[in-house]
């Protein structure tokens, strides 16, 4: 494993506690969880169905709140944001990339790439040349105009992974990236991802069981019941 890469921090998670209600019951998903991301690091959640990895996920995603401590991702403090500003880190600063692709059946590549820019102030043209630019980054600019069901799930990936780097984030959050994937697929969607880091300057945090998927991070971190049980920084 890779030695984590020095760099200033790009989010950090402070006392972070997380709960849902199930019926009457409390559930704690996150329990004082400390945690700094790093500019540039391929960063790994490790842990089983349940730790609580895909729950970190999502906060440091903008995609939920936490129930009490801070986060800060890329200076902006989660925690006290309104809709408006957590939605405009999402679209600008933020690439997303799902265990089961995500991706809308009846469009074809190009335009399932082109989708984050159309609330843009852009040109068709220009949405269609930079998504044609981030296919072709991820291997797949002979495949643009092939929907999904046309396509293998490596492929299928490799669109999703376009879709979230056609914007050009900081920062990309993966939720097991490689769950629906066989071995050798795996390995080539893993690769793809160090590369663009390398290429884009990107900062890449993962959640993930998979050993092989662990072994590529720069650094790994266990989940275990909420809490953060090595590696914690």
């Known amino acids: 494993m890779a030695s ?26 996150l329990r004082g969880v400390d945690l700094t991301v790093y500019q540039g690091e391929f960063l790994a959640l490790a842990g089983s169905s349940g730790s609580g990895k895909t729950t970190l996920l999502n906060l440091l995603g903008c995609l939920d709140t936490p129930t009490s401590g801070t986060i800060e991702v890329l200076g902006v403090k989660t925690m006290g944001a309104s809709d408006t500003e957590a939605a ?29 820019l159309l609330k843009r102030h852009m040109t068709a043209r220009d949405r269609r040349e930079r998504a ?11 495949r ?27 920062l990309v959050i993966a939720d097991e990236p490689t769950a629906a994937l066989d071995k050798k697929t795996a390995l080539e969607i893993l690769d793809l991802l160090a590369e663009l880091r390398s290429q884009m300057g990107l900062t890449v945090v993962m959640a993930s069981h998979d050993p092989l998927a662990l072994s590529k991070a720069s650094r790994v971190v266990e989940v275990s019941d909420g809490m953060l049980v090595k590696g914690q920084s």
Not at 91 to 108: D, E
Not at 132 to 142: F, H, P, T
Not at 150 to 164: K, M, P
């Open 4 to 29: 984590p890469i020095a760099g200033l921090p790009i989010a950090v998670v402070t006392a972070v506690t997380k709960e849902y209600r199930l019926g009457q019951q409390l559930v704690s998903a």
């Open 88 to 116: 405009h880190l999402r679209a600008n600063k933020l690439g997303f990339v799902f265990q089961n692709f995500n991706l809308i059946p009846v469009l074809s590549a190009v335009e399932n790439v082109e989708y984050p």
């Open 132 to 142: 044609m630019q981030a296919l072709a980054r991820v291997g797949l600019a002979e």
């Open 144 to 170: 643009m105009m092939h929907r999904p069901d046309e396509l293998s799930g490596g492929q299928r990936q490799r669109v999703a992974i376009a879709r979230a780097i056609v914007h050009d984030p900081a």
